[in-house]
């Protein structure tokens, strides 16, 4: 027996990629009594209308017991430990145009490529800082961020960290196989949205235009035995609830299909960034993003919830005490960032500037451990 | 209602599987299976008594009406497992099979490890799997990864008629599962049966419970009514229990002062 | 003498009584053939070939049917 069911597919047949009218109306009719039933029931279930329910403005009035049962929730099942991972961007070279990136290829910005010892620098302050959980991000630059030089760099890095995932463009299969064996445990790839005609609206050139590509890139690394799959829309492009629908769909399949990696899911609200514009027909108000991240919560109780340097300190400690579990801190988004005064441009301007032991100490207040260390891939034998 | 059962390639109305053993007799079974309304009924193989009349079961049952699933009981390896499916084939012309493999005589649990050998190479030759299984989250994503159909974790020990002793299990495998979810052995009652309905199994298989009931033809009508009534319920999605109203907003009060 | 292993049990047959094929075996045993899956030394015989199957000594041989369980 084969398995036809691919995440293309499933999107598709039920019109969460394209001509999604159909569930803004079900969101629209979704009524308190609704709501009322889906918080009565056992949390931490996924079903497609649970997520519509939890989604729906009708739920905006439940936002306080939706905290309540998400956070019970989240120490049921995480413990009182909050994560803590440090971004190392080593290229901001793209050669894609994304409408919203600091990034793209045609703003005319600083650009930068660490070489191994510049990495090596910066990872050594991160390192010294106290992480041992790092991420290496990039923009789009194949020609540069190869699978050899990363397997050399992760080579060096796991003397100091304990797990590495990555955040670079989409790779195939056996590429993420060498990653893995060169001790890459974690990626994370954000669709951005799952509207179709809305990506390629904001993907104007370059290989990221190819949604199909980037939608099943997942089932590749995943495949290739990669234990973290990060999902993400990037929030501002397209309607917050109908992308969190879509995405809510995709995790439920990744989690079926690839049962031995778990799933995070991260908030990326659109910061401002240079050269590129700066108005949003969808702007995501904390109140949205609070709902947002309680409804996921409440229908995947195991899901990693991620909230970097994006966030302002005040919005990060409230939701720290609610559902997250992992949070970046003192992020540089500019390579070379943490070892020089590089002039080099920033993805985004960080929005929480705190130090990493002040973010620790944030945790700490609300009464959750920092762990900068949870797991030795090491200890695997990876 | 468009409510079918489907594994692999066919479609089912009744959700109730039922077993021919242990009953008074061929025309008891026949009268049970006809007022449980199953499609699908389970059969054993074993060595003709070469120095006895042996009576033919197979021609009390219609197997136009009824698919007929062989089952490997007595196999206690995967490899008698495969011998007995391969067996079964050729003795009915049906790819169908209920995988057992039972090493342990006493309470008939079966051995995870050897099941899914036997999946495997069973799957590989064109078989159609239903395993037998203990109530294992991890095992239960094994077998459907080497492509079974089903995967039929047991309620409690078979023949026991305790009901839902797995249910925290059950409820995981339900949860996860991308095949139908029968569950199987140790349904005593019609009442475990809706209960394992209303968690959102596909399916259940009873045997016991009917064959050896006082009277077997009503025991049957009511696990069929059981197993209908405890689809219905999980369709319909179970009434609120009960809501914890909480008057302060000490997690979510920072939000009023935000601008919408 | 001639020997068959029958379902785990030893068949002797006076030289020339031993039953040519799987067909007569059945027939001699009262076994309808149609109820009948059988194995030589651990091969399937399909149905269709139990009347062209000769039997010989030292054969071992299974016979097995379906009977009602669970």
Known sequence: MTRTTNITAILADNRLDKDRSVWADALERVTAAQVEQALAQAPGRYSVARMVTLLSPAAKAYLEPMAQQARKLTIQRFGRTIQLYAPLYVSNVCVNSCRYCGYNRQTDVNRTRLTREQALADAEVIAAEGFRHLLLVSGEDSAYVTVDYLSTLAHELRRMFASIAIEIQPLQKDDYAALFAAGIDGVALYQETYDRDVYADYHVAGPKRDYDNRLETPDRYAAAGMRRIGLGVLLGLADWRLDTLAMAEHAAYLMKTYWRSQIDFSFPRIRPATNVIHEWPYVVSDEHLVQMMLALRLCFADTGIVLSTRELPAFRDRMMNICVTRVSAGSKTNPGGYASDTTAAEQFTVADERPPAEVAAAIARCGHEPVWKDWDAGFIGV | MNDMLKIADREFHSRLLVGTGKFASNAAMDAAMDASGAEIVTVALRRVDIENENDNMLAAIDRARYLLLPNTSGARDAAEAVRLARLARAASGIHWVKLEVTPDPYYLLPDGEETLKAAQTLVQDGFVVLPYMNADPILARKLQDVGCATVMPLASPIGSNQGLKMRASIEIIIEQATVPVVVDAGLGAPSHAAEAMEMGADAVLVNTAIATAENPVKMAIAFKLAVEAGRMSYQAGLAAQSTHASASSPLTGFLRNEQK | ?70
């Not at chain 3, 002797?12 to 067909?23: I, Q, W």
């Open chain 3, 1 to 70: 003498m001639a020997l068959l292993k029958i379902n785990g049990i030893d068949k002797t047959y006076a030289s020339g009584a031993m039953p040519a094929t799987l067909a007569d075996l059945l027939t001699q045993m009262n076994i309808d053939a149609a109820t009948v899956v059988a194995e030589i030394d651990g091969a399937i015989v399909p149905r269709q070939a139990f009347a062209d199957t000769r039997l010989a000594d030292g054969m071992t041989l299974e016979l097995v049917r379906f009977v009602p369980g669970g």
